[in-house]
């Protein structure tokens, strides 16, 4: 029975001290006092009273959130930042005797090179300089933890909190250079509106001066082709009324008319002009004595 009891104890013993690592742990382990192993992932046994599990670390990427720190810039700002830092534990056996509180280590680290880079930089240079600060803060860092078994991934400014006096100066400078940008735009937007007024007033006029300059040259034309077609008009009047004489000469002519036709004739074109407005009418003696004669006709018909 009491054999049985030990082999029981044993095994609960053995049972005990058999130990299974997760993923992405370690355990580092000492013997009698002094570092003996670091355990991955996976199953081992420890051997029991000798050896001792001193720490259990997280290989996972760690975030800390350090609280604002006061800093101090070259133009004598006093200022609050406050910082974020991923960092990696590479070596857990460094990691435990390495530093004492390593986060905490971490933590006055990040706030004594914050200071001094910070002391290096204007107010303005500081607020523009996020990624510059970033940068240097994360070098400083990782090479002075890296005896410690951390690695420094990336360390971000969080927050960059002025006094409130430069926080009121600095929006009224925001709020008066976008007034400014505001007036500029605005003059802007009128200047390109009064020029594409002006162009489209020009381009009108323009238009106008070319449309009454084509109907001043249709009307000249008009103008031209009445006066042409009058001309023609005119013209073959005047070869008409010439065809006209030409023919009535032509058949005068062929009638062979006396001496007495004639004289009548040119009587009769006489009487016509004495009906006209003259008011001194000439006549040939030769027309003196046909019309005697035709008044002696005439009496005698009578």
């Given at each position: 029975m009491a054999i049985l009891i030990i082999i029981i104890a044993i095994i609960a013993l053995i049972v005990a001290n058999i130990k299974i690592v997760s993923q992405a742990n370690a355990f580092v382990i000492e013997r009698l006092g002094a570092y003996k192993a670091t355990w991955g992932t996976g199953l081992h046994l420890k051997v029991p009273f000798i050896d001792k599990i001193v720490k259990k670390v997280s290989l996972k990427e760690q975030v800390i959130d350090f609280p604002p720190q006061p800093v101090i810039t070259k133009d004598n700002v006093t200022m609050q930042i406050d910082t974020v830092?991923?960092?990696q534990?590479?070596?857990?056996m460094l990691y435990t005797y390495g530093v004492m509180r390593p986060i905490q280590a971490i933590e006055v680290l990040t706030a004594t090179t914050l200071r001094n880079i910070i002391g290096e930089l204007e107010l303005d240079q500081t607020l523009?300089?996020?990624d510059i600060i970033n940068s240097r803060l994360r070098s400083v860092l990782d090479e002075a933890t890296d005896p410690w078994g951390i690695k420094v991934h990336r360390v971000e400014l969080k927050n960059i909190l002025p006094p409130?006096?430069?926080?009121d100066a600095m929006e009224k400078q925001m709020k008066a250079e976008r007034e400014r940008r505001e007036s500029i735009l605005r003059a802007e937007g009128e200047k390109k509106s009064a020029i594409l007024v002006a162009e489209g007033k020009k381009e009108s006029a323009i238009l106008a001066a070319e449309a009454e300059k084509h109907a001043a040259i249709l009307r000249a034309e008009a103008i031209k082709e009445a006066k042409i077609r009058e001309a023609e008009g005119e013209a073959e009047a005047i070869i008409k009324v010439q065809e006209a004489?030409?023919?009535g000469l032509k058949k005068l002519n062929e009638a062979a008319p006396t001496d007495?036709?004639?004289?009548i004739k040119s009587l009769e074109a006489f009487t016509a002009a004495a009906d006209g407005q003259a008011t001194k009418i000439i006549i040939p003696s030769e027309i003196q004595g046909i019309a005697g004669l035709v008044q002696g006709v005439t009496e005698t018909v009578k």
């Open positions: 830092v991923y960092f534990i590479t070596d857990p523009t300089s996020r409130r006096e430069i926080q004489t030409a023919l007495a036709v004639i004289k």
